[in-house]
């Protein structure tokens, strides 16, 4: 295993799903939920779930690229959720539940937006994924980190 990771950082609905399977995604060394995208400082998740803070649930992840690409990982991120949506996923609606990527450098801004471009061709609605520069990620409380796993639950997908 190589010793140096990357960063990716997607939105993509209530994070606790994402985040089970992002971490199972082999070549993924981490991956923690909280805030991004958003104006406030240090947001809380009653404060995000308001919609007040700009912010979006999303999980940031940790990964060797040498075991699991960018692409890779881009394209796991589109079958995860139903992108065509406007902030909402399932029964969660509001900006907080839109998704998004948010690149941690040019090169992926240019491959998430290459990827886009081959999820589009896939569907017949257009995507509402937004593809934004990475800004200051805030971790979830504690309690929120593997939420999941913590409780016996292997999705929140009904």
Not at 31 to 44: F, K, L, R, S, T
Not at 52 to 68: I, L, N, Y
Not at 106 to 112: L, N, T, Y
Not at 120 to 147: D, G, K, M, N
Request: negative net charge; proline residues 5%.
């Amino acid at each position: 295993m190589s010793t140096l990771t990357e960063k990716a950082t997607f939105a993509a609905g209530c994070f606790w799903s994402v985040e089970i399977d992002l971490r199972n995604t082999p070549g993924v060394t981490d991956a923690q939920v909280g805030y991004i995208g958003g104006h406030a400082e240090n947001p809380d998740y009653k404060q995000v779930c308001s919609g007040a803070t700009g912010h979006a649930e999303a999980v940031e992840v940790t990964f060797d690229p040498s075991e699991v690409s960018y692409a890779e990982l881009l394209d796991t991120f589109w079958g995860l959720h139903d992108p065509t949506q406007k902030n909402r996923q399932g029964w969660d609606i509001g900006s907080q539940y839109r998704s998004a990527v948010f690149t941690h450098s040019p090169e992926q801004a240019e491959i998430a937006a290459e990827s886009k471009a081959r999820a589009q061709a896939q569907l017949s609605r257009p995507i509402a994924t937004e593809i934004v520069p990475t800004s200051t990620f805030w971790p979830a409380e504690e309690y929120h980190q593997q939420y999941l796993v913590k409780n016996g639950r292997a999705t929140c997908r009904i």
